[in-house]
């Protein structure tokens, strides 16, 4: 369950940094001057993780795209040679067929001046016999007739042969085009794994170094001093940088609608529970209670993100709807009826929760977004 608080101003932590760090005494002036570069740093390195987060969740979009171009195009290159190997193999068999043709001609041509329906030539051929003369004569008009139907077939499978001839031309140009573009996707892929890859090492050593900075400060801070100096570097991570990141985490699109309630609903909260600006309560290894009701302080930002998600993927607490609008991008006000009609903070604000500040954010975004997310 969530805890109804008041607004608290977004420069509270900061504040109370400055009061410590004006506290200590100047034995310690190297300290503060350390906590100073430290706190610059750490903001330097919040910025660079929450950018590359973003970054690598569009880079994760274009990967799927690839992924998708490179099967399209493997599909229609395998299409395209298996037409060309259909068309070789009918190729073969008309040009099988034209040589068959062409090699019978040559014989009739032959046998028409050579040799007749008996063993003597033409020309021993009685021309006191009539009938021997008519049958010769039948003879020689059955071969040219026949040599005629031949020549024929030839002549149309000559024709057929030069067709196919055109036509595999025309498909083997179009499977260079369909394997160049396949082979520029596959660079593109690859080239984008490599980037990704990129990516993560160096938003892996953005929080090895985090995390040596804060080890340097525990060596000469005490533990409360400590708490307060995280407690005012981590607002470095604004309204704005938070939604963006949230938004990567579940894979909704990074759009301004989305953007503007999301911020809307940080607004509603304003709490200063570390890395949880939606003042989620869900339980994660190692997290704290930040208030009576146990909305809760994350040790990271990813653990805050998860958690948040977690929370929103719960059954039967009418969440389902503000995942859908949140993934299809929706009209703000749309997704802020459907926080507002979940169990996340029923009742909030009049029956108003989330609501009533959406068209203050969508006209003032850029100040909004700009605020401290606890």
């Known amino acids: 369950m969530l805890s109804r608080r008041p607004a608290r101003t977004s420069v509270a932590a900061l504040v109370a940094c400055s009061a410590i760090l004006v506290t200590l005494s100047p034995a310690h002036a190297d300290t503060r001057t350390q906590i100073t570069n430290a706190q610059q740093r750490l903001r330097a390195l919040e910025a660079q993780i929450a950018s590359e987060q973003a970054s690598l969740v569009a880079l994760q979009s274009s990967i799927r ?23 070789q193999q009918r190729r073969s068999q008309i040009a099988g067929r034209y040589e068959t043709i062409r090699s019978e001609i040559d014989k009739l041509a032959v046998g028409a001046f050579i040799g007749g329906p008996t063993s003597g030539s033409l020309q021993s051929l009685d021309p006191r016999s009539i009938s021997d003369a008519t049958d010769a004569m039948q003879y020689l008009s059955s071969i040219v007739d026949h040599k005629a139907t031949l020549a024929e077939e030839a002549q149309t499978l000559g024709a057929q042969l030069k067709a196919r001839a055109g036509q595999e031309a025309t498909v083997m140009m179009h499977r260079a085009a369909a394997l160049g573009q396949l082979q520029s996707d596959q660079n593109t892929l690859m080239s984008a794994f490599a980037q990704q890859e990129t ?92 208030n009576a009701s146990c909305v809760r302080n994350y040790v990271s930002l990813e653990q805050g993100l998860d958690a948040t998600n977690q929370t929103l993927s719960r059954p039967g607490l009418g969440y389902e709807q503000i995942l859908i609008d949140l ?17 996340w903070c029923g009742g909030c604000a009049d029956g108003q929760y989330v609501v009533d500040l959406v068209p203050s954010v969508e006209q003032h975004y850029d100040e909004y977004a700009n605020a401290s997310a606890g």
């Not at 195009?73 to 068309?87: C, F, H, M, N």
């Not at 759009?255 to 607004?267: K, P």
């Open 65 to 87: 795209d690839s992924v998708v171009k490179v099967a399209d195009g493997r599909r229609l290159y395998d299409a395209i040679q298996s037409q060309l190997l259909v068309s």
């Open 199 to 290: 990516q993560l090492v160096q938003m892996a050593q953005a929080r090895a170094q985090i995390s040596a900075l804060l080890g340097q400060l525990a060596k000469q801070l005490r533990a409360e001093e400590i708490a307060a100096a995280e407690a005012a570097l981590r607002h470095g991570l604004t309204f704005g940088k938070w939604a963006t990141a949230f938004l990567g985490h579940i894979g909704a699109p990074i759009q301004r609608n989305n953007l503007v309630v999301i911020v809307a609903w940080e607004t509603a909260e304003f709490t200063s529970a570390r890395w949880n600006p939606l003042a989620t309560t869900y339980p994660m290894r190692g997290s704290t209670c930040y």
């Open 327 to 343: 993934h299809r991008n929706a009209d703000p006000m749309d997704t802020a009826r459907a926080i507002n009609a979940s169990s």
